[in-house]
């Protein structure tokens, strides 16, 4: 199994930045697939970014040229980097691995999930 921690959330102002970090440790080989997801009070979880294969990127229709995905396979970690932080991006953030594809094609596919951090951005 694999282990995931997530760190980096805070308060931050509308317009503001922050920088995510999960930490893999454990059967790291169970990371070839890694996403993002949040969940806002109320709503369903919803995907934001995902890395394949360490190289195919995706991002949500909402943040897409606000936030970026990276991995460092060396540090076992995965990052995203939140610019022009709206107050609609406030919720718990998770990260999720995956070991096979196309399993993590779907949300529902990917099987190792973080506890989360939370966002909130103010206006």
């Known amino acids: 199994q694999v282990q995931l921690v997530e760190s980096g959330g805070g308060s931050v102002q509308a317009g503001g930045s922050l920088n995510l970090s999960c930490t893999a440790s454990g059967s790291t080989s169970s990371t070839y697939c890694m996403g993002w997801f949040r969940q806002a009070p109320g709503k369903e979880r919803e995907g934001v970014a995902s890395?394949?294969?360490?190289?195919?990127?995706s991002y949500a229709d909402s943040v897409k040229g606000r936030f970026t995905i990276s991995q460092d396979s060396a540090k076992n970690t995965l990052y995203l980097r939140m610019n022009s932080l709206k107050p609609e991006d406030t919720a718990t953030y998770y990260c999720?691995?995956?070991?096979?594809?196309?399993?993590?094609?779907?949300?529902?596919?990917?099987?190792?999930w973080g506890h989360g951090t939370q966002v909130t951005v103010s206006s």
């Open positions: 999720a691995a995956e070991s096979t594809f196309p399993k993590c094609i779907r949300m529902k596919g990917y099987t190792n």
């Open positions: 890395i394949v294969g360490g190289g195919t990127i």
